[in-house]
């Protein structure tokens, strides 16, 4: 079964930071990778997502995510944040194979302050 | 537009009072799942459905139903609720169980 880490359950950043936010999983199969961002008082939407291919992925409104599968890791990085980004971020995997599943990290609330 | 809706959006009741929350999907997809959101917890996995007439248990299925007679429809039944199923809940559907997964708006489910 696979399983998904985010270490940082909340990571406070100015705006125009750098921010990553830092997702480890663990399958020994291969995987498709997910970042979502939930907004306050709202439903999750996909940011980026990780199939196969080249190992940086670009998504929505800035962000960018690099599959490391030695580390096995698939961290999200935005060079300069902006308030509007303050939201929850969910790291999640799933397996390639039929009877997988989605499985989600536990979360990382980035807080952007002026 | 290709969407995921619940309904109700927010709902308040009473211990062992039975509910439905229903959710629709238009993008044809076969797979489909439920989640709850609690805090620090993430989202957990309640039950998902391959295809019409195929379900089966997530990670958190106790005091869970749910049927599959549609392709579209996916609904969610507490037959009794109780105070800890008090949640956030998440309905989506996916071209497959390990792909991109599209999300409804979610149900905030209160029990007293």
């Known amino acids: 079964a696979q399983s998904v880490t985010q270490l940082d359950s909340q990571v406070p950043v100015f705006e125009e930071a750098p921010v990553e936010l830092r997702c480890n999983y663990s399958?020994?199969?291969?995987?498709?990778l997910f970042w979502y961002v939930q907004y306050p008082n709202q439903g999750l939407q996909l940011l980026l997502k990780?199939?196969?291919?080249?190992?940086l992925v670009k998504g929505i409104n800035g962000f960018e995510a690099e599959f490391n599968k030695s580390q096995t890791s698939f961290h999200l990085r935005k060079p300069s944040v902006h308030i509007s980004d303050t939201a929850e971020y969910f790291c999640?995997?799933?397996?390639?194979?039929?009877?997988?599943?989605?499985?989600f990290g536990t979360g990382t609330r980035l807080q952007v302050t002026l | 537009e290709a969407q995921v809706t619940q309904n109700p959006r927010y709902l308040i009741t009473v211990t062992g009072k039975k509910l439905t929350v229903t959710c629709s999907q238009n993008?044809?997809?076969?797979?489909m799942s439920w989640y709850r959101q609690d805090p620090g917890l993430g989202l957990r996995q309640i039950y998902y459905s391959m295809n019409v007439e195929v379900t089966d248990k997530g990670d958190v299925p106790e005091g869970y139903k749910v049927s599959r007679k549609e392709k579209r429809n996916f609904p969610l039944i507490l037959e009794s609720p109780s105070p800890n199923q008090t949640s956030l809940y998440f309905c989506?559907?996916?071209?497959?169980?390990?792909?991109?997964?599209?999300f409804g708006p979610g149900t905030r489910l209160t029990v007293l």
């Open positions: 999640a995997v799933g397996l390639t194979g039929t009877a997988s599943k989605l499985t």
């Open positions: 990780y199939l196969s291919g080249s190992t």
């Open positions: 399958s020994s199969v291969s995987v498709y």
């Open positions: 989506a559907s996916s071209w497959a169980p390990g792909g991109e997964q599209f």
């Open positions: 993008m044809n997809h076969e797979y």
